[in-house]
């Protein structure tokens, strides 16, 4: 069949009622211009789209939540309702378990509002997020959307623990950043760094219960210094030291025992030290330095179980 005879038919139907299909297509238009005007309404649709936005959130419909979010983000930025619209969406990145655009949703959400509802509930937020990259969560790399989480994330909860601190500097969650932070610092052998920061804990938040954890993060700093760097007299007097403010500070605590029982394995690697030096000069045929150096041993560290051995080998050496 030759192709104009093929849409002939189509061709005259058109034009007898081109004036009804016009029309048609003509009030088609209006009516979703109308439409769509309302949907816009800010009076109207704003809080249209608040209502569907806590359902999504409820539902834990994440795709919609975020959907609606944006939509009063972007179109109802002079409402009241966009700062809300900025918490939620954080909250739905922190439930959805993407704590990288959670805690940048978050950030924004404080950054951007003069006066947020959730102030508190925003940083506590971050301090959980904090916590989670401590104990070793990853983020996404780059910090894109896109990306995979496999970025270590511990210099983030170091910068989000230092956030809340400044936000709320007398407030628990602030001694609890404070403790997390020496932590991390203790990780990454910044061990001056961390004792700084414990020491800051303790004396800020002086009956918390985070501080008596902080005396013996110190214990267990001091002690770590002397295993894996030169022997340093100063760490006897420092960790004693530490021992006597804890003392002070919470008077009956039954964990100074473990703070005691530090010094002492510290006060056991420098008797040890020296118990090495005395049985050299014992090899060498040189008694009498021999026993100076076990005689210095049992009076600087008579607690210690080389003072024993020296007593031992003073015995011999002397009968």
């Known amino acids: 069949m030759p192709f104009k005879l093929i849409f002939l038919p189509i061709i005259l139907f058109f034009m007898k009622f081109r004036h009804l299909i016009l029309f048609s297509i003509a009030s088609l238009l209006l009516i979703n211009n109308a439409f769509s005007d309302s949907e816009h309404n800010q009076e109207t649709s704003v809080q249209d789209y608040y209502s569907l936005l806590k359902m999504s959130y409820e539902d834990r419909d994440f795709v919609a939540l975020f959907n609606y979010c944006d939509i009063i983000i972007d179109e109802f930025a002079n409402t009241p309702f966009v700062d809300d619209a900025r918490y939620f969406k954080a909250l739905g990145y922190y439930q959805a378990s993407d704590l990288s655009l959670a805690n940048e949703g978050f950030t924004s959400y404080l950054k951007l509002s003069d006066t947020p509802n959730h102030f508190e509930e925003a940083l506590n937020y971050k301090f959980k997020i904090a916590e989670r990259y401590r104990k070793g969560a990853l983020r996404r790399m ?7 989480k496999i970025a270590p994330a511990k210099e983030d909860a170091i910068e989000i623990y230092d956030e809340i601190i400044s936000s709320l500097p007398y407030h628990d969650l602030s001694a609890r950043s404070l403790y997390g932070k020496g932590l991390i610092q203790i990780l990454f052998e910044d061990y001056r760094d961390a004792i700084e920061t414990f020491q800051v804990l303790v004396k800020r938040f002086p009956k918390h219960e985070c501080s008596i954890d902080a005396y013996i993060e110190i214990a267990k700093t001091y002690q770590i210094q002397c295993k894996q760097k030169n022997l340093n007299p100063e760490m006897i007097a420092l960790s004693e030291l530490n021992l006597k403010r804890f003392n002070d500070q919470f008077p009956g ?15 056991e690697l420098f008797a040890k030290n020296l118990f090495r030096t005395g049985k050299f000069f014992e090899r060498r045929k040189k008694k009498d330095a021999a026993i100076i150096y076990y005689k210095k041993i049992i009076v600087s560290f008579p607690k210690t179980e080389t003072a024993q051995l020296c007593q031992q080998r003073l015995l011999k050496l002397q009968s």
Request: aromatic share 4%; proline share 5%; glycine share 0%.
């Open 253 to 267: 605590e039954d964990r100074v025992k473990d703070v005691e029982k530090l010094v002492l394995e510290i006060k």
């Open 142 to 148: 780059f910090r894109m959307k896109k990306s995979p």
